[in-house]
């Protein structure tokens, strides 16, 4: 019987640099991240992109992705991602923050750039195993 020939179904993004980070084994952030950077390829806006990352585990973020990006104070990234799409109007912006990041920090400035002009976009990855978020 012969071995079925094996067909590579998925490749590392062209927009992730390392593959190596230092979250957590199991970790689901990893694979958010990779669903959009795909997603940023895929509508040909990377060039034009700038990530606002939150602090926490996102710290890990700025150094393997190549997109420009952002880094925030805790629960601020909607609030930076707001003033960087009023200074750059022309780019795509959106937030990366983890649940404790967004939604128990500072959710007010999450509802405040839901309803800001221009525009912005905020993308939460939630982690219940973590008992304080």
Do not use: N, W
Request: charged share 20%; glycine share 8%.
């Amino acid at each position: 019987m012969s071995t079925p020939e094996l067909k590579k179904v998925s490749a590392k993004p062209d927009l992730l640099l390392s593959t190596h980070h230092s979250l957590c084994p199991g970790c689901g952030e990893p694979l958010a991240l990779r669903v959009i950077l795909e997603l940023l390829a895929e509508l040909s806006v990377a060039e034009r992109t700038i990530c606002v990352c939150g602090i926490g585990c996102y710290t890990a973020f700025p150094g393997i992705i190549d997109i420009d990006v952002l880094q925030a104070l805790h629960g601020r990234a909607p609030s930076v991602a707001t003033g960087a799409k009023r200074v750059l109007p022309d780019r795509f912006v959106f937030t990366l923050q983890g649940d404790g990041d967004m939604v128990c920090r500072r959710s007010s400035t999450a509802r405040r750039g839901a309803r800001s002009s221009p525009p912005c976009c905020s993308t939460t990855a939630s982690s219940a195993r973590r008992a304080g978020t």
